[in-house]
């Protein structure tokens, strides 16, 4: 997390995400049911920089990894990569930029191809972009292995024999292999035992130290990006409501959904105690979202305006984005 350039390495405006399942729906206003995954994303990320994106399940996180990476089209919007726009390119014009952009998925028993060594599974992608073969990939291999943590013998075994913060290292190990600039982290530690996943965020910020990574890490937890991320943007809905470095987060949040979210965070010590946020109601569903301010039906502070007008997300200060008619209302 140290040198960050202030000149992005990615840009996201305006990006969009709608889903259809092509039956009408009475839910919708539209005559069908479409789902707003992704509404409207406008954030940047500096080259050596950790943005962590956090939201309750289903808020449209990993949605966004993909559409970043290209994984999926957008319905709308714009995303550059070191100021290129790649919102329109095609299979082929996209395969190059490949090496430059990773992920590293959230479930490490799922990610990993069971009928392949580990070293093949390492290995593919070095292969298929013409970077090595032969004696010079499996040095390549033995490498990265040793770099995540493991033994280059392992690079002969299947994933079934390994742990999950193994397998995890191994995806790690994968994702590095073409030495990319940008990697999206989408949850890589939710699956993991509590004792396993700062060891493995502690070796995403040496990796990232070392060869000056950029992570969009994804997270539902606040107090796992809290140690890895240097900005941090909080999700609802689809739409980001709070941006800003994660210090000024943890001590000055301005949205009430962010305001929650942190008072579930528990606290290493018994003497210290915080008053629990509970929110009301449930989720609103996607495809009949309610109108004005997404998170109104759930806000304590809510007022008629809430429920009338839309807030943007705007810098109130320093920097701090927040999409709140009443932030900066105690």
């Not at 937890?221 to 000024?248: N, W």
């Not at 920097?319 to 008619?325: E, F, L, Q, T």
């Amino acid at each position: 997390m140290n040198n960050i350039n202030k000149k992005p390495l990615l840009e996201v405006r305006g990006l969009v995400k709608y889903f259809s399942s092509g039956r009408p729906s009475w839910l919708s206003r539209q005559g069908k049911s479409v789902v707003r995954a992704v509404d409207g994303l406008n954030f940047s990320i500096g080259k050596g920089e950790t943005v962590g994106l956090v939201g309750e399940s289903g808020c449209g996180k990993s949605t966004t990894g993909r559409l970043i990476l290209r994984l999926l089209d957008p319905t709308s919007g714009e995303i550059c990569f070191e100021g290129k726009s790649i919102t329109n390119l095609g299979y082929r014009e996209m395969r190059p930029l490949r090496q430059n952009m990773q992920i590293i998925f959230q479930d490490p028993f799922m990610s990993l191809d069971p009928q392949m060594k580990v070293g093949e599974i390492i290995g593919e992608a070095i292969e298929i972009h013409g970077l090595a073969k032969g004696n010079k990939k499996r040095e390549m291999i033995a490498d990265l292995l040793k770099l995540v943590g493991l033994s280059p013998e392992y690079a002969g075994r299947a994933p079934h024999e390994f742990s999950g913060g193994q397998r995890q290292r191994i995806g790690i190990a994968r994702a590095l292999a073409l030495r990319p600039k940008l990697i999206v982290c989408d949850e890589p530690v939710s699956a993991l035992d509590v004792s396993i996943q700062a060891q493995v965020i502690n070796l995403l910020i040496d990796l990232q130290n070392e060869f000056g990574l950029t992570y969009l890490f994804i997270a539902h937890d606040l107090s796992v990006v809290k140690h890895i991320s240097d900005r941090i943007a909080v999700m609802y809905l689809g739409k980001i409501v709070e941006l800003v470095d994660k210090k000024r987060l943890y001590t000055e949040p301005k949205h009430p959904y962010t305001k929650a979210l942190l008072s579930a965070v528990p606290i290493p010590d018994p003497d210290l105690k915080r008053e629990r946020i509970l929110l009301q109601g449930d989720i609103p569903n996607p495809i009949e979202l309610p109108s004005g301010c997404r998170f109104h039906s759930r806000c304590q502070k809510r007022r008629s305006k809430c429920e009338s007008e839309e807030p943007e997300l705007l810098n109130s200060g320093n920097g701090h984005y927040v999409a709140c008619h009443f932030a900066d209302q105690s």
